[in-house]
């Protein structure tokens, strides 16, 4: 399963070339009256899993100001869980990361310390990780746009199982699971809802 979630977190970036949130509600919104209903929601699994607790007022509609506040309480929340990584990791409680402490918190970190390191004072602040993070987020974008991109042969905005089976295995293994609405084609929204899950 962690070669389909890798290849899930790298694809999911291409549906940021479709507009961002704002652009996920309309689509969702069949019917134009601009609000996502229970069954408009089933195209985005884990939307669907969690609609009663994004839909506020109960009326049985997301409308943009619930879908907005969900997902700023999503980032909240992984900025709090990436706070109390770094306070865990900052053992001499600094502020930052030195590079003993970045090789005992995380491998990762530790390999690619002096790269992230970008003004080699021996010390990662919560500016470079950040800065190396939102490079690494566009560059997997981009990454996995092109990967979207080259996968989808008839250029038709999904990939069905023939092409999953040519130019991502690891996909179309997990086909029937991605592809949520059952119409044999993957596109980047159901990468990113399973993503979500």
């Not at 790298?10 to 507009?19: I, Q």
């Not at 918190?105 to 190396?132: I, P, Q, Y």
């Amino acid at each position: 399963m962690r070669p389909l979630i890798a290849l899930i977190s790298l694809l999911t970036a291409a549906a940021a070339h479709a507009g961002g949130a704002e652009c996920d509600r309309q689509k969702m919104d069949a019917d134009g009256d601009g609000a996502v209903s229970r069954d408009e929601a089933k195209s985005h699994p884990w939307l669907a899993g969690q609609f009663d607790t994004v839909d506020a007022n109960k009326d049985g509609r997301l409308d943009k100001d619930e879908l907005g506040a969900q997902r700023e309480a999503h980032h909240a929340d992984m900025k709090a869980r990436g706070e109390e990584r770094w306070k865990a990791a900052d053992t001499d409680g600094n502020g930052n990361l030195s590079r003993a402490e970045a090789e005992a918190s995380s491998s990762w970190v530790g390999e690619r310390f002096a790269k992230l390191d970008a003004n080699a004072d021996g010390e990662l602040t919560r500016d470079e990780m950040h800065a190396a993070r939102k490079q690494g987020h566009e560059q997997m974008r981009e990454h996995g746009v092109e990967r979207f991109k080259a996968a989808d042969a008839n250029a038709d905005g999904g990939i069905d199982l023939a092409e999953a089976q040519t130019a991502m295995p690891k996909l179309a293994e997990k086909f029937s699971t991605v592809d949520a609405d059952n119409d044999g084609k993957v596109t980047a929204d159901e990468l990113r809802s399973l993503h979500h899950r």
